[in-house]
Nanobody, 123 residues
Framework: QVQLSESGGGLVQTGGSLRLSCASS????????IVWFRQPPGKAREFVAA??????????ADSVKGRFTISRDNARIKETVFLDMKNLKSEDTAVYYC??????????????WGQGTQVTVSS
């Protein structure tokens, strides 16, 4: 059974950077695509970025393209997917979640969700 744990969130000023991590435990995610979603306060969960199992496929929401980079390290004992975020804006404030198994942009296509990590961008 796959279990994913997000970390790396925090409070950052506008224009700052953060690196989020999505680490696996339990079953391997080496051959799974991984997707980051976020849920801003009072809003629906939305797609952020996706990466294929070998890292060659990557997809980004228009709102983060050019500012966020998704990558993965399958060589670690705990396989990890990263989301490097730069030039952060107040509208990036949200709880960030990772999930696996597809590259769909629709949250309804996923059944597993981690506990999330809070990102707060202050002006």
């Amino acid at each position: 059974q796959v279990q994913l744990s997000e970390s790396g969130g925090g409070l950052v000023q506008t224009g700052g950077s953060l690196r989020l991590s999505c680490a696996s435990s339990g079953s391997s995610i080496m051959y799974s695509s991984i997707v980051w979603f976020r849920q801003p306060p009072g809003k629906a969960r939305e797609f952020v970025a996706a990466i294929g199992w070998d890292g060659t496929y990557r997809d980004y929401a228009d709102s983060v393209k050019g500012r966020f980079t998704i990558s993965r390290d399958n060589a670690r004992i705990k396989e990890t997917v990263f989301l490097d975020m730069k030039n952060l804006k107040s509208e990036d404030t949200a709880v960030y979640y990772c999930t696996y198994g597809s590259v769909s942009r629709a949250p309804r296509d996923y059944t597993y969700w981690g506990q999330g990590t809070q990102v707060t961008v202050s002006s």
